[in-house]
């Protein structure tokens, strides 16, 4: 009788184990949107490649859309759950028709990404150089964009240049225009610039981020309604980017590089290294600590805006329309507790 209820307890043991395995083997599954793949992302790459998304219980389809306008419309479109892009592009369709307002709920990059090139090597840069050459920029009206002409205005480069700017060429394309000449200076993301840069194609002069400070650049952001029926979903998310910046916060240029190294074939674990010192040394803070969206990173953000002409003045996006720090907060909580 001993043997029976031992034999019968240990089958329930092994049927409790088995149905608790199933639980947490389950997944939500979701679709991400981001602009390009970019070591500028790295702390969302560090999350995905350190297994941080994974033990949130989610399983992510990553899209490379090539554009924040892109993005936006796959969020509008349902054809992404979540969307990585510039703070523009929520505050654009907070402005436009759709009743669907997007809120951005967690944050990944503090700073511009870009950096600014030259075709020839300079030794001692002058901003007035830049007058009545052709430059590269990117697309009109994007967080890029807006932060490269407000550099320019800032440091004097003359009206007829800034408008001279070349801002027609798509993402797929930049590598390949600049590289059959004809520009003199432009802005670039990695992995592009290192990849020219190897090459001989460009001469790195600074970075963006230098310049410009603190202003919110990527975030992550959905649908009002999406948020409504998932916000536990949107937690585990953020969760998971908490404990990416947290983590990043002391660890070597080599344990990212490991971490991210999957996301990009054919780049080397050397070459990754570079790129994150690059990053980190920029005298900017490209990424950001932590999840939360800055207020006064939005407010810059629509100072640039304003001056780029792309946002009336009396268009301004209170900051708590289009950000939740509700996610960020807990994230937070959670991250700094282990």
């Known amino acids: 009788m001993l043997t029976r209820r031992t034999a019968i307890a240990s089958l329930g043991a092994a049927t409790l184990a088995g149905t608790f395995g199933v639980a947490r083997a389950q997944t939500t599954k979701i679709k991400v949107a981001e602009v390009l793949r970019s070591q500028f992302y790295t702390p969302m790459y560090v999350a995905l490649g350190k297994g941080y998304v994974?033990?949130?219980?989610?399983?992510?389809?990553?899209?490379?859309?090539?554009?924040?306008?892109?993005?936006?419309?796959?969020?509008?479109?349902?054809?992404a759950d979540i969307g990585l892009a510039g703070p523009e592009?929520?505050?654009?369709?907070?402005?436009?028709?759709?009743?669907?307002?997007?809120?951005?709920?967690?944050?990944?990059?503090?700073?511009?990404?870009?950096?600014?090139?030259?075709?020839?090597?300079?030794?001692k840069?002058?901003?007035?150089?830049?007058?009545?050459?052709?430059?590269?920029?990117?697309?009109?009206?994007?967080?890029?964009?807006?932060?490269?002409?407000?550099?320019?205005?800032?440091?004097?480069?003359?009206?007829?240049?800034?408008?001279?700017?070349?801002?027609?060429?798509?993402?797929?394309?930049?590598?390949?225009?600049?590289?059959a000449g004809g520009f003199d200076f432009g802005i670039f993301f990695e992995p592009s610039l290192t990849k020219l840069e190897k090459a001989g194609q460009l001469h790195v002069i600074g970075s963006m981020a230098k310049e410009v400070g603190r202003?919110?650049?990527?975030?992550?952001?959905?649908?009002?309604?999406?948020?409504?029926?998932n916000g536990e979903v949107a937690q585990k998310w953020t969760n998971a980017m908490?404990?990416?910046?947290?983590?990043?916060?002391?660890?070597?240029?080599?344990?990212?590089?490991?971490?991210?190294?999957s996301y990009f074939p054919g780049i080397t674990i050397d070459e990754h290294?570079?790129?994150?010192?690059?990053?980190?040394?920029?005298?900017?803070?490209?990424?950001?600590?932590?999840?939360?969206?800055?207020?006064?990173?939005i407010e810059k953000l629509q100072e640039m805006m304003i001056l780029g002409?792309?946002?009336?003045?009396?268009?301004?996006?209170?900051?708590?329309?289009?950000?939740?720090t509700t996610y960020a907060k807990e994230a937070e909580k959670r991250a700094a507790a282990k």
């Not at 801002?167 to 394309?173: D, E, L, Q, S």
């Open 309 to 324: 002409g792309v946002l009336p003045a009396d268009k301004k996006v209170p900051y708590d329309k289009v950000v939740t």
């Open 273 to 297: 290294i570079g790129v994150i010192d690059r990053h980190r040394n920029a005298g900017g803070p490209i990424w950001t600590d932590g999840p939360e969206v800055a207020k006064s990173g």
């Open 125 to 179: 840069f002058e901003w007035s150089m830049l007058n009545g050459k052709k430059i590269m920029g990117q697309r009109p009206g994007s967080t890029p964009q807006l932060s490269f002409e407000y550099v320019l205005k800032a440091k004097g480069v003359n009206a007829e240049t800034i408008k001279s700017v070349v801002t027609n060429v798509g993402m797929p394309a930049r590598d390949g225009a600049w590289t």
């Open 215 to 229: 202003v919110d650049f990527t975030s992550f952001f959905a649908k009002s309604s999406w948020l409504a029926k």
């Open 89 to 123: 592009v929520p505050m654009y369709i907070y402005n436009g028709e759709s009743t669907d307002k997007p809120m951005m709920f967690c944050a990944l990059t503090g700073s511009d990404g870009m950096f600014l090139v030259s075709k020839t090597k300079i030794d």
């Open 242 to 261: 908490a404990k990416a910046q947290f983590w990043m916060r002391t660890a070597s240029a080599k344990e990212v590089a490991e971490a991210i190294t």
């Open 54 to 79: 994974k033990e949130q219980g989610l399983d992510i389809e990553l899209i490379s859309a090539g554009g924040s306008d892109r993005v936006g419309a796959l969020v509008l479109a349902d054809g």
